[in-house]
């Protein structure tokens, strides 16, 4: 299957996305419970709508995306998470129901990262604005002293 780079955001032209390498590394996480700025009750929540459409996109994109209750990031509202096997995991709020296509562009620059580090260069804007938190992984852990 070959894709067309406007389709999946950080996939060259003509490429598919099983030839990036680390690309099953990589995992999208985003809160489902997320409410909006005014933290009305609207039903589907925003959360749930962002998860929806990543879920979509990175399936394209052959980036796994999982929607969970609930990352505690209440207060930054719309929240996700990008996880890659043996680097750091990066977690993000004050997204918005329109960011899908932003958490699959930083997912794919994690995963093509050499150092498991998510570049400043060419991450989108609200993943750069929204960053909350940035967790190493647990085999970045030294020895007990």
Same mark, same amino acid.
């Given at each position: 299957?070959?894709?067309? +780079?406007?389709?999946?955001?950080? !996939? ?18 985003? !809160?489902?419970?997320?409410?909006? $700025? ?31 209750? !609930?990352?505690?990031? !209440?207060?930054?509202?719309? $929240? ?31 995963? $093509? $990262? ?30 007990? +002293?």
């Amino acid at each position: 299957m070959k894709v067309e +780079q406007a389709s999946i955001p950080g !996939c060259p032209a003509g490429t598919s996305p099983a030839d990036a390498p680390n690309r099953t590394e990589v995992a999208i996480l985003v !809160c489902r419970t997320c409410r909006d $700025s005014a933290g009305t009750e609207a039903a589907p929540r925003p959360g749930a709508v962002l998860a929806e459409a990543t879920a979509a996109l990175g399936a394209k994109a052959g980036v796994p995306v999982v929607a969970i209750d !609930c990352l505690g990031n !209440c207060k930054r509202r719309l $929240s996700a998470a990008i996880l890659r096997r043996g680097a750091w995991t990066y977690v993000f709020g004050d997204l918005s129901a329109s960011n899908a296509e932003d958490l699959v562009a930083g997912a794919l620059l994690l995963s $093509s $990262s050499a150092d498991g580090l998510l570049p400043w260069r060419g991450r989108p804007d609200c993943l750069r604005r929204g960053l909350v938190a940035r967790i190493p992984s647990f085999d970045m852990i030294g020895p007990s +002293q």
